[in-house]
């Protein structure tokens, strides 16, 4: 069996933002050279997402005005574990939305349905954040 690990790095310029990260995650997959296996995608921070759904931008502003309505950001002393920081509806929204995706590997590519894409979710932007790839198979 082989194994590749790859990170990629984003700097979201919003607080929140839903970014398609599938063409990033494909090459990762063909720098890895393994064609059956699976792929895993996961977010290396406590308050961003990785998560498979629709291309499709009303969905991604359905989803952050949902998001904003189970846990807003803001006022944010309604939060515990705001004090020293200020992102407790962050951590709360990455909960909802997953921290991972894993994708069967077929033949060479991600194994998806019709329109599953990848997405990172980030919740709490303005900094470098990580997202983790590791590939496993032959
Ligand atoms: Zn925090």
Same mark, same amino acid.
């Given at each position: 069996m082989k194994s590749f690990r790859k990170e990629l790095y984003f700097h979201a310029k919003t607080r929140r933002a839903y970014i398609n990260i599938t063409s990033q995650v494909e090459a990762a997959l063909a720098e890895s050279g393994i064609r059956e296996g699976l792929c895993l995608v996961n977010a290396m921070h406590i308050t961003a997402s990785v998560f498979v759904n629709d291309n499709e931008s009303g969905l991604h502003r359905d989803f952050d005005r949902w998001l904003e309505k189970l846990? %807003? !950001?803001? %006022?944010? @002393?309604?939060?515990?574990? @705001?004090?020293? !920081? #200020?992102n407790a509806d962050a951590h709360l929204k990455r909960s909802v939305m997953g921290r991972e995706a894993v994708v069967a590997v077929t033949n060479g590519k991600? #194994?998806?349905?019709?329109w599953e894409q990848i997405f990172y979710g980030e919740f709490d932007g303005m900094r470098d954040k990580r997202v983790l790839v590791k590939v496993i198979g032959e």
């Open positions: 846990a %807003p !950001e803001k %006022p944010y @002393n309604q939060y515990e574990h @705001n004090g020293y !920081e #200020d991600l #194994d998806f349905g019709t």
